[in-house]
């Protein structure tokens, strides 16, 4: 075979790994978080405290990551059948909220809010209140006195 | 003491009135879409946390900017990480009033036209903005829905140059929020 043409093939089929991967890359699905392993395991008092304490070094800690957190579910929010949300509720230092917005009110109500995937929302649901149980999720962050987790599941 | 017992009724039903008035939720849904030539850039957010009092028609809403979910993995990076910035601006929130107060029922179930004007914060900078949108009053809940068109540079959020004509100017953004009457 002649030179030219062994580098013309070579160059072909590098030049379609190339656009395969590139392609692969940008398109990417977001992170199956019901399979992916948990990066920390923690309870849902202590991890609601590192917020509290410190919200910069929670964030640079958790935020992004997968987590399963361990505690007692005292509210089922299910708007929908296929929308429902665990929240480990906290109690929160009320001399430290703002009181001059809506969300007063809303802030007092404070605690880990996990919306979970849809094949768990009937699960979650038919979970009692106060239940001790296992979540995972991934983390987002805090929004006021919420940290909220999305992509969740229970931990059998 | 019947005076006094009438009084305390009275006090009772209209503090309760007051606070009748106030609805929350904090599962709202707020999507966005733009439709460039060169690709559809899509995301939803359902961790909305919004609060309607519906006795001054002050509305607001605050919404977690790493929440917006995209199916893409590499473009909800570059949203959070590019373009929003969400580490350093994490909310965006906004404060506002409805204008036609009056012409919306509370206590009628119904769907009514609203105007909303008020304080839009995104990305670290607050416009004001006017919006038309729908109340709808169902039973102790109200659903406010809302589709408006957002120019991403009146918000300092800088598209790179190598992929500016991937990415349309303006985003079309789609608000619906159930919140529940506040016990």
Known sequence: MKNWLKFLIVAVVVGIITVITVLWYINKPNKDIE??????TLNADDLYKQYSDNKAIADSLY???VIEINGKISIIEAPSDTFVVAVFTQKQDTTQLKTDDLFGDLNAEG???CTMLQNHCEGTKNTAPNSVVKIKGLCKGMQGTD?????????? | MKTILRFVTVFLMLTSCVFAQKYITKNGKINFYSDAPMEKIEAKNNEVKAALDASTGDIVFQVLITSFEFKQALMQEHFNENYMESPKFPNSTFKGKINNLKDINFSKNGKYNAV???DLTIHGVTKKVKQNGSLEVKDAKVIATSKFNLAVKDYNINIPSAVAGKIAEKVQVTVDVTMDQKK
Do not use: D, P, Q
Request: charged share 30%.
């Open chain 1, 147 to 156: 940290l909220i987790f999305v992509k969740c599941s229970i931990v059998k």
């Open chain 2, 116 to 118: 909303i004007e008020g």
């Open chain 1, 35 to 40: 399979k992916a392993t948990a990066e920390y």
């Open chain 1, 63 to 65: 935020n992004g990551k």
């Open chain 1, 111 to 113: 605690g880990i809010r």
